[in-house]
T-cell receptor, first 116, second 106 residues
Framework: GAGVSQSPSNKVTEKGKDVELRCDPISGHTALYWYRQSLGQGLEFLIYFQGNSAPDKSGLPSDRFSAERTGGSVSTLTIQRTQQEDSAVYLC??????????????FGEGSWLTVV | DAKTTQPNSMESNEEEPVHLPCNHS???????IHWYRQLPSQGPEYVIH???SNVNNRMASLAIAEDRKSSTLILHRATLRDAAVYYC???????FGGGTRLMVKP
């Protein structure tokens, strides 16, 4: 499809395990965002990629969280040694070049992570 | 970062207009004002955006104060499907606040 694609849609993992969440942005979009949303809460910014620039990692909650974006397209969010408080929906979004501030961002359906 | 302030929740009757306010007193001259909404169990979706002038589209209208320190999203006739969390954001970093939870009563 033409939208932002995320996988897996649901993931249950044991505490202490590592997880990888994948995001396929809309083709041609140079900006990519990751957010986290805990149950009943608002969106928490995690990380932002723009083209070949260094990513803005200021929202990552701890060094257990990391993300990469290969070839300026697909992105992977990795959570190491998962904790129960990591349980949340992880949302990915993409937009055309950030410099044009009138651009809108488009969200995927999210990856629901449950740590047991 | 420029921040926005919205009421936590609002209630409306079906078929009536709804005015959702947003304050953004620290907005910069180049910030666009965007509105997104999040239906239950879905990712946020774009509603409308503007810079200085009022904007209309098929979903809603956006009224922007002359000093740009506040804006109002207007749903002209609320339906039950409009029940969602509405986020007002400024495009410095697409930083989302808590949004306004809109409840629509039949």
């Amino acid at each position: 499809g033409a939208g932002v694609s995320q996988s897996p849609s649901n993931k249950v993992t044991e505490k202490g395990k590592d997880v990888e969440l994948r995001c396929d942005p809309i083709s041609g979009h140079t900006a990519l965002y990751w957010y986290r949303q805990s149950l009943g809460q608002g969106l928490e910014f995690l990380i932002y990629f723009q083209g070949n620039s260094a990513p803005d990692k200021s929202g990552l909650p701890s060094d257990r969280f990391s993300a990469e974006r290969t070839g300026g397209s697909v992105s992977t969010l990795t959570i190491q040694r998962t904790q129960q408080e990591d349980s949340a929906v992880y949302l990915c979004a993409s937009s055309p070049h950030r410099g044009q501030q009138g651009n809108t961002i488009y969200f995927g359906e999210g990856s629901w992570l449950t740590v047991v | 970062d420029a921040k926005t302030t919205q009421p936590n929740s609002m209630e409306s009757n079906e078929e009536e207009p709804v005015h959702l306010p947003c304050n953004h007193s620290t907005i910069s001259g180049t910030d666009y004002i965007h509105w997104y909404r999040q239906l239950p169990s879905q990712g946020p979706e774009y509603v409308i955006h503007g810079l200085t002038s009022n904007v209309n589209n098929r979903m809603a209208s956006l009224a922007i104060a002359e000093d740009r320190k506040s804006s109002t999203l207007i749903l002209h006739r609320a339906t039950l499907r409009d029940a969602a969390v509405y986020y007002c954001i400024l495009t410095d970093r697409f930083t989302f606040g808590g949004g306004t939870r809109l409840m629509v009563k039949p």
